[in-house]
């Protein structure tokens, strides 16, 4: 990671995109849904609950329930896993390989957001805006609202419910481990106004007390700061594979590459401890909270 522009023709880093434009592209949800009816066909062929089926997978009921409802994209390991237990004969792999993810997620993020869904670990460090996982509906109507070009009203349904989807990892996911740096002035910008920053706070307490959810915050004054070359994710595996992914306004940028990938680490090991920790940034939201 570079300051600047440059990191995106570095050699390091794997660029995907969508021609510069931001929009979600507006796809059809049937192939969700046609899968779902198959996944959910074959369950009860074979004489199964959602509950006896999801730890025979390796998932909740919740996701399983999501997945025949058409409502998410299912993990890399679900159809291989779900043919193999029901006995399918191939069906479900092959209605897997048609697969396009719901209206609301930009097509350039679809690869990271697929390897979310099975992450061991993901890191996450912000200080233009609070991540899509620990919004509000408020906190993120109030950034698509103010998108531009302008957004349709069905644009910004559709994005916010991919966002609000999305965020069930939090609490879908509990061996999952979410660690979050957050810049302090996030918070003293009052996006959406005072009231919508104090149900946010109180958001991400709530959230914060979860055995698999870290917040940080990165306090205004701080002498020394290594996180000075934008927002940054980083994510483990099942395999424990390491991949990183830097966002620009154009494009989002997937980082494979080992060497970059160790730098990207060494960034984020030095900023949880500048960072304050995790009984401090509590106190420090609280108190926020109660100045509004």
Known sequence: MTHGTDSIDSPMYGTF??????RPEP??????????????????????????FAPLVGYSPETVA????????????????ADSILDA???????AKHLTRRKGLASWFRQ???????????????CRLIPGLLQTPAYARTLFADQLPPL??????????????????????????????????????DLGGADVTRELLDHILDLSKLRNVDVQIMPLVRHHHSGL???????????????????GQAHGQFVSDPKAISVIQMRCASMR??????????????????AR
């Open 17 to 22: 995109g969508n021609g510069g434009a931001r």
């Open 27 to 52: 796809e059809p949800q049937y192939s969700l849904k046609m899968f779902g009816e198959v996944v959910k066909t074959f369950r009860k062929r074979a004489r199964l609950t959602q509950e006896q």
């Open 66 to 81: 999501s997945i025949e409802q058409g409502r998410r994209l299912p993990p890399p390991d679900f159809a291989e896993r």
């Open 89 to 95: 004969f191939g069906v479900i792999l092959a209605a």
């Open 112 to 126: 990271w957001a697929e390897l979310e869904l099975s992450a061991l670990s993901l890191y996450t460090y912000e």
């Open 152 to 189: 349709a009203d069905e644009q910004i349904e559709a994005q916010l419910a991919a966002r609000l989807e999305r965020q069930q990892l939090l609490r879908e996911r509990p061996n999952t481990s979410f660690s979050f740096i957050l810049e302090e002035h996030l918070f003293l910008r």
């Open 229 to 247: 070359g934008g927002p940054v994710q980083l994510l483990e595996t099942p395999d424990h594979q390491w991949f990183g992914y830097l966002e």
């Open 273 to 290: 401890s500048q960072a304050l920790s995790l009984d401090d940034s509590q106190g420090l939201m609280r108190r926020m909270r109660g």
